[in-house]
């Protein structure tokens, strides 16, 4: 049985079914797993079929959105053969300074630092930057490089010692991807 049957039987046995308990979850649940609509949804609440609209809305909870997360999320058999073949076209020799550039990009020059350097100040001037910037993509590089031959021990002593001398008392860090699920959102609404 379901998450809708169940609160159907609960309903059906004169449970009455309060809007201010559906959390995001269960929607979730009953709009996307068991495929009930927002008027089957409504019903169970008595409420009117634009309320769970807005609330699914407010919430995120679309078949688009679901799709989305499915495959950027790698959740379905199809999603990890897509996901397979991204990283073997990605991972190869002939993509190491592409890589690099991109991440330097992503992680170092697209943050405060270019805020510096474009700061009224010149806190960073051309050649800082140049430098900053040939240093990130050359021990990016290394890095793709450790991960693309699979040297998964250099990596692993590259990564313990760094991490063990240079910036374990560092905040923890939290993932943070810069925006790019909101692009990915908008090129598909194209």
Same mark, same amino acid.
């Given at each position: 049985m379901g998450l809708y049957e169940e609160l159907e039987a609960k309903k059906a046995a004169g449970e009455e079914l309060s809007l201010d308990d559906l959390t995001k979850e269960h929607l979730y649940t009953m709009f996307i797993h068991e495929q009930k609509s927002d008027y089957l949804i409504s019903q169970l609440f008595n409420v009117k079929e634009s309320k769970i609209t807005y609330r699914r809305k407010k919430y995120g909870i679309s078949i688009r959105n679901s799709i989305l997360d499915d495959y950027l999320l790698v959740k379905t058999e199809h999603a990890k053969e897509i996901?397979?073949?991204?990283?073997?076209?990605? &991972? $190869?020799?002939?993509?190491?300074?592409?890589?690099?550039? !991109?991440?330097?990009?992503?992680?170092?020059?697209? =943050?405060?630092?270019?805020?510096?350097?474009?700061?009224?100040?010149?806190?960073?001037?051309?050649?800082?930057?140049?430098?900053?910037?040939?240093?990130?993509?050359?021990?990016?590089?290394?890095?793709?490089?450790?991960?693309?031959?699979?040297?998964?021990?250099?990596?692993?002593? &590259? $990564?313990?010692?760094?991490?063990?001398?240079?910036?374990? !008392?560092?905040?923890?860090?939290?993932?943070?991807? =810069?925006?790019?699920?909101?692009?990915?959102?908008?090129?598909l609404k194209k």
């Amino acid at each position: 049985m379901g998450l809708y049957e169940e609160l159907e039987a609960k309903k059906a046995a004169g449970e009455e079914l309060s809007l201010d308990d559906l959390t995001k979850e269960h929607l979730y649940t009953m709009f996307i797993h068991e495929q009930k609509s927002d008027y089957l949804i409504s019903q169970l609440f008595n409420v009117k079929e634009s309320k769970i609209t807005y609330r699914r809305k407010k919430y995120g909870i679309s078949i688009r959105n679901s799709i989305l997360d499915d495959y950027l999320l790698v959740k379905t058999e199809h999603a990890k053969e897509i996901n397979k073949k991204a990283r073997a076209e990605l &991972l $190869i020799e002939g993509n190491v300074t592409m890589i690099a550039k !991109a991440i330097t990009h992503f992680a170092f020059r697209n =943050g405060p630092v270019e805020g510096m350097h474009a700061h009224p100040n010149n806190q960073l001037s051309e050649k800082d930057m140049e430098t900053l910037n040939k240093f990130m993509v050359n021990r990016l590089a290394y890095i793709f490089k450790l991960i693309i031959e699979e040297r998964w021990i250099e990596l692993d002593f &590259l $990564i313990r010692n760094t991490d063990k001398w240079c910036g374990n !008392a560092w905040d923890e860090a939290i993932p943070d991807d =810069g925006g790019t699920r909101k692009v990915i959102e908008l090129m598909l609404k194209k």
